[in-house]
């Protein structure tokens, strides 16, 4: 119901600031601009399907060697006690608990690549275990599994960093830190949100304690990475992500040599899932980007963040966030929307400035709730969502507002 609302809004909208461009400024060409961009999105939507693919094949093919030599099972049984509370679905020893975790690691190294196929795995497991009778209704730990997605939570920002090396930022690696404390914020209030929709017990022993390893976790790399120049913070990121991930994939071989299991017949096997599943993502990612690129081209943002502007200046609140707040509207939407307006606010008022700090944490906060949305519960079927949406704008919100904070904290405008 929610998706099917903000899709309406996005058509809708935009036809509405096209009829005001063309009658305020006589641009009749703006109809004919908002459906060339619908085109176009539509080709991109196939063509990041495309691109999916090869990853998903790839990675599928990896995870089918692991769940058949028992590595998933293995990681399943580390997380376990955590697992069974936030997912009581999920019977005790089940391989998606490995899938998932996998997918979590690999987003909190910045490995998207990695992190889609197997995040997709485990969200065709999970829907295996739908307890719903209608299969297109998502289920509680779906939607839990997606918030933790959609909440963006990534210790080491690296593209990010690396925009601002380019555009002349004197140190790039600045907004770590804040990064880090804006999605933590983020990632935190979606897990709250869930526990109010489904009875989770975040009070638990167990639970409590597996969140407080976390956040001392947290702080232990927050520590260490805080000491290190933007260089140095490059390479070790780099570093730890390639050998974390090369480290899986050779753990599962041996395992498979070990367990003597033909690891060439079983990665053929889960390469030919990751075919169909991004074949069965199509429609649903056109949708999605269709709807944003229908949005952005009409100038319907634009008069949103006019409206955002003019809102501020009555509330006596500065505009000192006005030029970084497109990337904040844009990231739910589009990843590659938010990016383009990152640099835009970057090159426009200079990396240094708030804006470009900001906009840079806008983007590291949060993850794109909706394209997240459209590939994974596309790729099982469901059109359900129920509070899904809810409670990923929810750590959207939060993660954008901890960002403002704590921005105006560590780089206050001048």
Not at 217 to 230: C, D, E, P
Not at 234 to 252: D, R
Not at 317 to 338: C, E, F, H, R, Y
Not at 393 to 407: N, P, Q, R, Y
Request: proline share 4%; glycine share 10%.
């Amino acid at each position: 119901m929610v998706l099917n609302v903000i899709w309406l809004i996005f058509f809708f909208g935009a036809f509405i600031a096209c009829v005001i461009q063309w009658l305020a400024m006589g641009d009749s060409g703006i109809f004919n601009k908002t459906i060339l961009a619908a085109f176009d999105m539509s080709k991109t939507a196939f063509e990041i399907s495309l691109g999916l693919t090869g990853i998903l094949s790839l990675w599928l093919g990896i995870m089918k060697i692991g769940e058949k030599a028992g590595a998933v099972q293995i990681l399943a049984k580390l997380v376990q006690p955590l697992f069974t509370r936030l997912f009581p679905e999920i019977p005790k020893g089940h391989p998606v608990i490995g899938s998932m975790l996998m997918n979590i690691s690999a987003n909190m190294l910045g490995l998207d690549n990695a992190a889609t196929p197997m995040g997709l795995q485990a969200m065709k497991q999970l829907q295996e275990l739908n307890p719903n009778e209608d299969k297109s209704v998502a289920s509680d730990s779906q939607i839990l599994f997606l918030v933790l997605n959609a909440s963006g939570l990534t210790l080491i920002p690296v593209s990010i960093m690396t925009y601002r090396a380019q555009l002349g930022a004197a140190n790039p690696s600045d907004v770590f830190l804040p990064i880090l404390l804006a999605t933590f914020f983020s990632t935190i209030a979606g897990i709250i949100a869930i526990s109010f929709f489904q009875k989770i017990k975040l009070k638990d022993p167990v639970t409590l304690l597996w969140l407080g390893g976390l956040c001392a976790g947290v702080i232990a790399l927050l520590a260490y990475f805080s000491r290190l120049t933007a260089e140095a913070l490059g390479t070790t990121s780099l570093f730890i992500s390639g050998i974390v991930l090369f480290s899986v994939i050779v753990a599962f071989l041996a395992l498979a040599v070990y367990k003597k299991i033909r690891p060439y017949e079983a990665f053929i096997e889960g390469a030919k899932d990751g075919f169909h599943t991004a074949v069965m993502v199509i429609p649903y990612l056109v949708a999605i980007l269709v709807g944003v690129a229908v949005f952005r081209a009409s100038g319907a943002m634009d008069l949103v963040m006019n409206g955002v502007s003019y809102l501020l200046g009555l509330f006596g609140i500065g505009n000192d966030i006005v030029p970084a707040l497109p990337t904040a509207i844009m990231k739910p939407l589009s990843g590659g929307g938010a990016r383009g307006m990152m640099i835009d606010a970057m090159k426009t008022f200079g990396a240094d400035s708030f804006a470009g700090r900001l906009s840079s944490m806008f983007q590291g906060a949060t993850d794109t709730t909706f394209y997240v949305i459209a590939v994974y519960f596309g790729s099982v079927g469901v059109r359900k969502t129920r509070h899904a949406v809810t409670c990923c704008l929810i750590s959207d919100a939060v993660g954008i507002l901890s960002a403002i904070a704590i921005a105006y904290l560590f780089f206050p405008p001048t």
